[in-house]
């Protein structure tokens, strides 16, 4: 925060007394609809809405009743509203993912924020890849800047338990695969998660994100959590609203907010959160673009001893609804605080106050559903980074690999037991879906299930399939889960013992491109490693025997094309290449 106040770049656009005659080009269509002169050019503060609702994307569709409370609140506080599209992205309705589009939706709202009269703006986050779009935005322009989630949909019922958004998709796929439903009561059972309005009501990517948002300062104190149909998601709305105003006479900027040490408390609070693995790669992406650094070794150093104390699913057993009653992100972050867990509570956060201030004396108001911190769901919950022959780097969630696995491979550090198993290779999802159930694999318990052309290159965008359910036949025998490897990602409400986002990946030349089906694959999860026991020589022939541009089909279209030639690996937050160049662009052209 400076302490003088900057004019308003809006008034260069709208009462600029060196250009009169640009003043009145500017001006003159914003007059169209019916705006006045007095609320362009008297000095309001002009609030762009960064609108992610619509049709095309229900999880944020809410969003477009929300923005009228917005508004009121913009109004209420003295500001005028401008609001403005934002590319699409709906997590379960593009193809071939809507990661792709997390770059396109980040480069055309720079160019919205940067390129038009807009002194502040509220970020619309919700569906998992639009809170990261728009933060990252917000950071390379750096003007004011609040975020507001659409928050989750109601719990998800059926029979008389919860069932959570994409959670039950993966129960349901097991119960079908077994015989135990026709696909009409698949459709019954995982539509049965969809609610009401509002995102994944899951501790997925869109919980995890939206929270993340809050725990980094930039949402209001305990306005990640609320459902999207409860009315305090409305007054939220106006509240915000009104903060971004005062935001903007304060000169209040991301760069103030998004600090390295918000950063470093976001890496705790997604361990205690049991946040999804694709939060590294949007943090790490959001830091970039403040000129933050932020890394996968950041994420298991400060991250891996945290404990786990929201009980949702996919890690536990609760949703949405129980999350917001249980205290949210406030009830989290102040048990963090009392334990001395939270590495810098003095942060400052988009209401002015630091995060101390706003969440220092709240606790869980559930111990069920959020853990005391005495009482934790597991103690060490975080990340950890892997490397070896396989690849340079990828992300494990420990919070989701069952006991017996933990307590085998990663709990006892005097045991030097490690995972051995056989590899069997899969060449893309489609490959999977055509082979995993071939008895001919004779996959079993002692395998390791790989994924590969599943990264930003290889299935642009990066593909969320790294979660490989077993063969039916190793279903019906009771076995739910096998370790995964792979340069794709996981849903962030799936929950098996997978290693993923690796990179760099098999289309930019990693490791995962010479494992062969039959190798031997070690995981050692005390030190860190993941290696084909394979010999030097072997892999060089492998590699020596690889096609031009392996694990990488021709692009479907120019975005995809232009997407791929300028993406950076999954850990370095799949940023565009020279994008993260560009800091601090809107006080640089004032
Ligand atoms: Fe949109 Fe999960 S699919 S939030
Ligand atoms: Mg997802």
């Known amino acids: 925060m400076s302490d003088k106040k900057p004019p308003l770049r809006s008034q260069k656009w709208f009462n600029n007394p060196d250009d009169p005659e640009m003043t009145a080009l500017y001006l003159e269509r914003y007059l169209n609809y019916g705006l006045t002169r007095e609320e362009l050019q008297s000095g309001k503060p002009i609030i762009g809405i960064a609108q992610t609702g619509s049709d095309l994307s229900p999880c944020n569709r809410h969003h477009i009743e929300l923005s009228k409370r917005v508004r009121d609140g913009v109004i209420s506080a003295g500001g005028t509203v401008i609001e403005i599209p934002v590319h699409p992205i709906q997590e379960t309705g593009k193809r071939p993912t809507a990661m792709l589009d997390r770059n396109l939706a980040y480069l055309s709202l720079v160019e919205t924020l940067y390129g038009y009269p807009i002194d502040g703006v509220v970020l619309n986050i919700g569906c998992d890849k639009t809170t990261p779009a728009l933060l990252m935005a917000a950071a390379t322009v750096n003007i004011p800047a609040i975020a507001l989630s659409v928050g989750p949909m109601l719990n998800g019922w059926y029979r008389g338990e919860r069932t959570g958004s994409g959670t039950i998709v993966w129960k349901a796929r097991e119960l079908l695969a077994a015989g135990e439903i026709d696909d009409d009561g698949f459709l019954e059972l995982v539509s049965s998660s969809a609610t009401s309005v509002g995102y994944c009501n899951t501790m997925g990517t869109a919980s995890t994100m939206n929270s993340l948002a809050e725990a980094l300062g930039m949402q209001l104190p305990g306005s990640a959590a ?216 004779a996959i079993d318990e002692h395998c390791v299930l790989i994924m590969r052309g599943a990264g930003p290159i290889g299935y642009p965008g990066g593909a969320e399939v790294v979660n490989m359910r077993p063969p039916a036949y190793l279903l019906k025998r009771g076995i739910h889960a096998l370790p995964c490897v792979g340069d794709g990602r996981q849903s962030g409400t799936s929950g098996s013992p997978s290693i993923l986002n690796a990179s760099p990946e098999a289309a930019d030349g990693g490791g995962l491109a010479l494992v062969a089906t039959g190798d031997r694959i070690r995981i050692d999860l005390r030190a860190f490693t993941a290696n084909m026991l394979v010999e030097d020589a072997e892999l060089e022939r492998r590699r020596n025997a690889l096609p031009d541009r392996p694990f990488a089909p021709p692009s479907q279209s120019p975005w995809q094309d232009i997407f791929r030639e300028k993406v950076r690996p999954f850990s370095e937050g799949m940023v565009l290449d020279g994008a993260t160049d560009f800091q601090d662009i809107a006080r640089k052209s004032t």
């Open 226 to 441: 609320i459902p999207a149909a409860y009315r305090k998601r409305g007054q939220i709305s106006y509240e915000t609203g009104k903060r971004v105003v005062q935001m903007v006479h304060d000169d209040l900027r991301p760069t103030d907010i998004m600090t390295r040490e918000a950063f470093e408390n976001a890496v705790v609070v997604n361990s205690a959160i049991g946040g999804s693995t694709n939060a590294p790669i949007h943090l790490n992406a959001i830091a970039r673009h403040l000129g933050v650094e932020l890394d996968n070794d950041d994420w298991q150093r400060l991250g891996h001893k945290v404990p786990l104390l929201v009980n949702l699913q996919p890690a536990g057993a609760y949703l949405g609804e129980d999350y917001f009653h249980a205290g949210g992100v406030p009830a989290v972050i102040g048990g963090l605080l009392g334990a001395g867990l939270l590495p810098h509570p003095d942060v400052i956060t988009a209401n002015g106050k630091t995060m101390a201030e706003n969440c220092g004396d709240k606790r869980t108001e559930t111990p069920d559903v959020i853990k005391p911190i005495a009482e934790p769901m597991t103690k060490e919950a975080g990340f950890i980074n892997l490397s070896g022959n396989l690849f340079d780097s990828a992300i494990m969630k420990t919070s989701v690999i069952s006991e017996e696995f933990r307590d085998r491979y990663l709990s006892n550090p005097d045991d030097p037991d490690a995972f051995e198993g056989r590899a069997v290779v899969f060449d893309g999802p489609e490959d999977f879906h055509k082979r995993i159930d071939d008895e001919s694999l």
